[in-house]
């Protein structure tokens, strides 16, 4: 789930858009009108590159268009300060990046072993939003999703964005920081604006981390105010009605650096642990599908899985290992088909047998957690003092 925030193009456009209202206060027709069209153009690549907001970038290519060929320039030479109009600009541009955050996926919940408890918490948050129900009743705000590293907590959102009949929109903390956006804090108002036109929505905010270690003086300001602004939106003063979902779903690993401030929006604190050994197994069948595990100790194999402390990332590479283990095995001369073109490549199929145990054996070798037990019982002990009960 990459984000193209189209930064450099947005900074070249604020910046066109500042100048024309410059030239047009100096009278410079003549300037202004060329400022017009490279406006234009602007508007036109932003349309090529971002399907989600093209329609709208199409028409606001026009509207420049119209504006250079001298049509509207009355309305152009606004009577009003060109400030404002810059401002309105701006707002707009704000709102186009945060659609550009919507995000689609083609992860299912059935890509997902284990973690049961969260999806179906995840799947009531949007069901119950729906439903006709008393006024008392509200869908969960916040909910926060912490463990170990690769066990599927960006996944989780994937899933929801594939499968919820929801708007999902997907934040890293770091892009939100990024250079490009220096006002990162309107963004977070623009955010939760266009969720709330698009509700129900899920705003999930990855490697929350980033975020929210910062209230304690050491961060930058921009990082400060784009957290003050976040737990205002996550207050939620403005979406009252309890039939509009506004879900905002964050994940960390470390969980022990969000202040209480940030804590106190997430009243759903979900542990997404390492997996046990039935949930190992089904990491396994996903993480090999298509291919023939039927003379594999499964039951062995998840066990061992469990106790070397694997993730569902190890496993992913685990399982990769175990392939990449039978197909040297069935395929020696693999590297020397190097020589043949992609076109002939395509029309040649590799290899494969049943996995045996030694594929897997081998694997086991090669493949080390990176968790430790003390790093476990530090979750395990934040889960009991701040997680859910
Ligand atoms: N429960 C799971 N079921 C199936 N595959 C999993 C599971 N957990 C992890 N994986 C595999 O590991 C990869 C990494 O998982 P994911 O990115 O969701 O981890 P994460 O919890 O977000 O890690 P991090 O804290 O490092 O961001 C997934 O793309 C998937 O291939
Ligand atoms: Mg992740």
């Known amino acids: ?6 930064g450099p193009l947005y900074d070249a456009l604020k910046k066109a858009t500042a100048e024309y209202a410059s030239l047009i206060e100096k009278n410079d027709l003549p300037g202004a009108t060329k400022k017009a069209a490279e406006i234009a153009r602007f508007y036109h690549e932003l349309a090529n590159m971002n399907p989600v907001n093209k329609k709208e970038y199409l028409e606001r290519a026009a509207k420049w268009e119209r504006v250079s060929s001298g049509k509207i320039r009355s309305k152009q030479k606004p009577s009003q300060s060109p400030h404002t109009e810059t401002e309105k600009e701006e707002e707009n541009e704000m709102s186009q990046k945060a659609s550009s955050l919507i995000k689609t996926s083609n992860v299912k919940w059935s890509d997902i072993g284990g973690l049961d408890s969260v999806k179906k918490l995840m799947m009531e948050t949007v069901v119950i939003a729906g439903l006709q129900k008393p006024e008392s ?43 490009y956006f220096g006002e ?6 623009a955010l939760y604006n266009s ?24 961060t930058s300001e921009a990082t400060r105010k784009v957290l003050s602004s976040l737990l205002t939106e996550l207050d939620g003063l403005s979406d ?39 949930a190992c197994k089904e990491i396994i069948k996903i993480q090999t599908k298509g291919m023939d595990i039927s003379g594999v100790s499964l039951e062995s ?5 469990a106790e070397m402390l694997y993730s569902g990332r190890d496993i992913s590479n685990f399982c990769q290992q175990a392939i990449w283990t039978m197909i040297h095995r069935v395929n020696p001369d693999l590297y020397k088909m190097a020589e043949l073109s992609f076109d002939e490549l395509k029309m040649r199929n590799l290899q494969t047998i049943p996995l045996a145990d030694d594929d897997f054996r081998e694997a086991f070798m090669k493949i080390r957690s990176p968790i430790t037990k003390n790093k476990i019982e530090q979750y395990e002990q934040w889960n009991d003092e701040c997680g859910e009960v």
Request: proline share 7%.
């Open 195 to 218: 969720a709330r036109d698009h509700s129900p929505s899920i705003v999930f905010i990855d490697e929350f981390d980033a975020l929210s270690q910062s209230r304690d003086g050491e």
């Open 240 to 278: 009252k009605k309890s039939d509009q979902l506004l879900l905002t779903l964050a994940a960390t690993n470390t969980p022990w650096d969000l202040d209480t401030a940030v804590l106190s929006r997430f009243p759903r604190r979900i542990y997404v642990p390492l997996p046990d050994q039935k």
């Open 1 to 6: 789930m990459k984000i193209d925030l189209s």
């Open 184 to 189: 990162s804090s309107k963004l977070i108002s």
């Open 301 to 305: 194999i998840s066990e061992k899985c």
């Open 137 to 179: 009743i509200k869908p969960w705000k916040g909910i926060l999703l912490f463990g170990p590293p690769g066990t599927g907590k960006t996944l989780l959102a994937a899933a929801a964005a594939g499968s919820l009949h929801a708007t999902f929109y997907d934040v890293k903390s770091e892009s939100v920081l990024s250079k």
